[in-house]
């Protein structure tokens, strides 16, 4: 299964960036054969809005099952939830640390949107 992680870097021991549709990369783990793919988001870290849609698609057509992030906002969530892509927010450390605790099923999948505000 592929899974997304946003990053501040390139790299497996890169810390996570928590925005979700801001963060400079969001790298896509296969947890079936290890594959990495860097994804370059600079193109929506200044949008003015619509980065998170914009990122949320950008990981559908990448074929991500699961996004590992701090925050998702409420219409990139919406559009993640119609991709069916299950979002996990509040998740920090770095890449690995995150795929980690994904593999050992220590993150919690939200329902909804973090709360407007929250960072």
Sequence with gaps: MKI????????LDSPMDPRFGRAPYILIVDTLDDGLEVLDNSENVNAFKGAGIQAAVMISDRGAKVLLTGYCGPNAFKTLNAAEVKVANDVSGTVRDAITAYNEGKVSFSDSANVEGAW
């Design 4 to 11: 997304a992680i946003t990053s501040k870097g390139k790299d």
